[in-house]
T-cell receptor, first 111, second 114 residues
Framework: KNQVEQSPQSLIILEGKNCTLQ??????????LRWYKQDTGRGPVSLTI?????NTKSNGRYTATLDADTKQSSLHITASQLSDSASYIC??????????FGAGTTVTVRA | EPEVTQTPSHQVTQMGQEVILRCVPI?????FYWYRQILGQKVEFLVS????????KSEIFDDQFSVERPDGSNFTLKIRSTKLEDSAMYFC????????????FGPGTRLLVL
């Protein structure tokens, strides 16, 4: 069964601090791994996409890593801002079309 | 910047009624998708659509659901006879190509079935 597990479920950080979110997956056939940001009541917004051959990908203050051997990924947020408060979702592509979503990590940034 | 739009933003319907959710994908995109998110749960894939036919669907997408691209701009999801458990946020997404391509999501339609 295709599964995407994320940890922690939620975290609170102070503005300006860094944090790292974790994702483990058991998905086959694996095509690529994505991280999305979802604000409450809004649609997910893509942050990064990585194929199995890529180890790291950055998008501004967001840096994603992928270890395809251990089937683990992480998303690192640097110098957090209040606007980073959102749910961060690890998403694995199964084949060409279907995306399998994790439950997300809710990040709250406090001033 | 082009974006996916969805209408209505909210819809309330009675159990057993038909609903049609509408989406306008980004204009040069060729692949279209519907997802749903039940309150407090993860986003779930429903269906993908390309070249006027379904390319893949999940086990959730049973005979009560159908999709259509009635013209060059709209992409619709129809639920024939709504059930209470169909209450969810429904997201439309589109991508230029399949595979390693960003899927752009719309803002969603919140459906409440009473």
């Amino acid at each position: 069964k295709n599964q995407v597990e994320q940890s922690p479920q939620s975290l609170i950080i102070l503005e300006g601090k860094n944090c790292t979110l974790q994702c483990n997956y058991t998905v086959s056939p694996f095509s690529n791994l994505r991280w999305y940001k979802q604000d409450t009541g809004r649609g997910p917004v893509s942050l990064t996409i990585m194929t199995f051959s890529e180890n790291t990908k950055s998008n501004g203050r967001y840096t994603a890593t992928l270890d395809a051997d251990t089937k683990q990924s992480s998303l690192h947020i640097t110098a957090s801002q209040l606007s980073d408060s959102a749910s961060y979702i690890c998403v694995v592509s199964v084949g060409d079309y279907k995306l399998s979503f994790g439950a997300g990590t809710t990040v709250t940034v406090r001033a | 910047e082009p974006e996916v739009t969805q209408t209505p933003s909210h819809q309330v319907t009675q159990m057993g009624q038909e609903v049609i959710l509408r989406c306008v994908p980004i204009s040069n995109h060729l692949y279209f998708y519907w997802y749903r998110q039940i309150l407090g749960q993860k986003v779930e894939f429903l269906v993908s659509f390309y070249n006027n036919e379904i390319s893949e669907k999940s086990e959730i997408f049973d005979d009560q659901f159908s999709v259509e691209r009635p013209d060059g701009s709209n992409f619709t999801l129809k639920i024939r006879s709504t059930k209470l458990e169909d209450s969810a946020m429904y997201f439309c997404a589109s991508s230029r190509l399949a595979g390693v391509e960003t899927q752009y999501f719309g803002p969603g339609t919140r459906l409440l079935v009473l």
